[in-house]
């Protein structure tokens, strides 16, 4: 499963978002029903896990951090923790809780970002910052792929 673009969009009066129907249609072939919604690790924006997605996400995270690893079920437990299950309604909309809305930044105007195997939900000016900065993307795509494992 693979999400790639970016779409504008605007939460409603009760903070629904409309999925992006380019969106809904690759969960849908994945026969995707849930998403999982959680502030991202790095940026002020939200990112919404397909379910397996996010399952494989925690496997992974639980199976390295260890029943007795303290540090680690630290972690596991500020990583799940600040998570939510969405579904979509009829119309493809699932309500954004106001405490995201707010971790985000988000006012009313929206930007969609398909990353690999998660979609992103940014504050319409903090997308356009970031993406303003793709003049450097080249510079920083060629140091990171030359760069020895």
């Known amino acids: 499963m693979r999400f790639t673009g970016n779409i504008d969009a605007k939460t409603d009066a009760k903070g629904r978002l409309f999925l992006p129907a380019t969106f809904r249609r690759i969960l849908q072939e994945e026969s995707e029903e849930r998403l999982i919604l959680r502030r991202d690790v790095f940026q002020s924006c939200l990112v919404l896990y397909p379910e397996s997605v996010w399952n494989k996400q925690v496997d992974a995270l639980a199976e390295r951090a260890g029943m007795f690893d303290r540090r680690g079920r630290d972690m596991l437990r500020r990583f799940v923790a600040d998570s939510e ?65």
Do not use: C, H, S
Request: charged share 25%.
């Open 85 to 149: 299950t969405v579904t979509l309604d009829a119309n493809g909309r699932f309500l954004v809780p106001k405490r995201y809305l707010a971790m985000a930044g988000i006012q009313n105007e929206v930007r969609f970002i398909g990353v690999d195997n998660t979609i992103e939900v940014w504050a319409l000016d903090a997308a356009q910052r970031m993406l303003a900065e793709n003049e450097t993307l080249g510079d920083d795509l060629e140091a990171f792929m030359n760069e020895q494992p």
